[in-house]
């Protein structure tokens, strides 16, 4: 695991507003606080040899449960991820961030190739800060940095949750593939309260489209046919959701006139992640001193799904594809050839053994210890990852130590008992979320030309929100509207996407099963049905999300 990753959230983190003020504590002793937690619970991956032949997809399980007994305010935890770069191996020392982008300007650190903060995949499922509509167990999202940090893209009209309105025309980067899904802005909820299920994804290159030379001499990006594509895998839906626009990655070398990184974005280049993590990132705390003058930090409070042998299983069947697995394949069916088959040809992937080690844990920038004595994390089988604890907990949850006694510069993990009553903190508690805000996108510019077909339509969400959608027929959905594709890619574009509802629906199997336990569900009002007479060819864009009840 590359432990050097910026994830999107240390940006979102640095414009949100705090909360702390209405935390629920009566003690005037105990104070409220952020850098409650930080730390990355993570593995790595084993690779091939010729690693480079396996750098057109990758995929894996993760499990899915409720990390905390209540949604929360100002938290952030990213459940089990990955992060795809392209590979830039061949650079060892020219900057592929412009100048004048974030990365650039504010990480000197990461100089000099800024190869980690470049352009990244990092979706997956978490509960973040931004999140409007909290329910309980956590959403999955594709979140990707498409240029130095300096926005994010999330979902075919919003970028990571920073914002009720949508991205800019000029920034949208997700195409909606899939005519039998809804995709908010807020993430996909899951059914039910999922205790350690699998949710499967998995973010293929295909070539949806062909390359464009374009014209470095004139300044102009070319632009490769790699349109990396989410795949899932649940209990009541699989197949593709929807692809990043490969002009999303090679736009930025001709936006800052920088033709160093001509060809060097995700379009082109293979996807390198040899690893994947649970990111701590946003977690407040309370502080409070005794009558001796010792402190004492609480943080909320953590649970993880746990076996009869005392395992939380978290992640499995880590695999990496060729471009044989089904980019070859894609491409022929472009061309004319026959529909292709949805199943990822095992054949022609890496499945990937594990390794991991303890991991560092820090509050307010002092290192935790003993948490290792609670629990620790493990490789089962070799292809499985998770946690162990020292014992089986009641209902099926293990905790992860809530207390924390400040020894120099050390925090010593402690149980509840070892607390003194008299800081009153054993009795603070965190303040539970708040919906601010809904989303909105106004029908103008990319949204209103060529425009929807249909009238909205709604459907209630199982986090309490109504989402609002239309239908577009693909090629004119609003993240296409800003390049000038002409006719016939357009044509040849939509017929692509025809086949594609056509063949690969979602009752198909795309990703292996996972190898231990079940699959989860998705909220099953996420699930559509395309109008009379646009049954193929045709997507269901969400234009709004707001609270129901």
Known sequence: MKNNFVSVACILLATLPLAFAHAQTDDKAVTLHGQGLHGYIGFESTMPPNKADYAAGVGFYSAVWPLIDRPLSNFQIGLASTWIMPDNSDNKTTPLAPKGTYARDHWPERAPTYGAVFQTVEGGVGYWAGNQFRYGPPKFSMNATPQCYDYEVGSPGWGFFRSGDPLPDDRLGVAQLSNRILIPPDGLPFAGNPMGEFFGYTYMALPLTAAVPGNPEKGIAPTGDQSWTCFVSAENFNGPLGYYIPETWSKVGQLFDYSFIFGRGLDSRGGDANGGAIEINTVPRFDATDSKGVTYSKIPKLQFPVDTQGRSLLVQDVTFYSKAALYDRVEQWREGGQACESRFDQQNAWHAKLTTRSPRYDLAGQ????????????????????????????????????????????????????????????????????????????????????????????????????????????????????????????QKLQAMAEQIHTHWTIDREYMPPPGHGKKVSLDAALLVTPPKGKEIGYVPIVIGQTMVR
């Open 367 to 490: 290192r935790i210890t003993d948490v290792e004595l609670r629990c620790d994390t493990k490789v089962f089988d070799d292809m499985t990852w998770g946690l162990t604890w020292p014992s089986e907990s009641e209902s099926g949850l293990a905790k992860f130590p809530q207390f924390f006694r400040h020894e120099g510069e050390r925090r010593v993990a402690v149980e509840a008992s070892e607390v003194p009553p008299e800081t009153g903190l054993l009795a603070s508690e965190f303040a539970n979320a708040k919906q601010s805000r809904s989303y909105s996108a106004p029908i103008e510019g990319a949204w209103k030309t060529p425009g929807p077909t249909t009238e909205p339509q709604t459907a209630n969400l199982v986090d309490g929100s109504t989402v609002t959608y239309v239908w577009y027929r693909f090629v004119d959905q609003p993240s296409f509207q800003q390049y000038q594709y002409s006719a016939a890619k357009k």
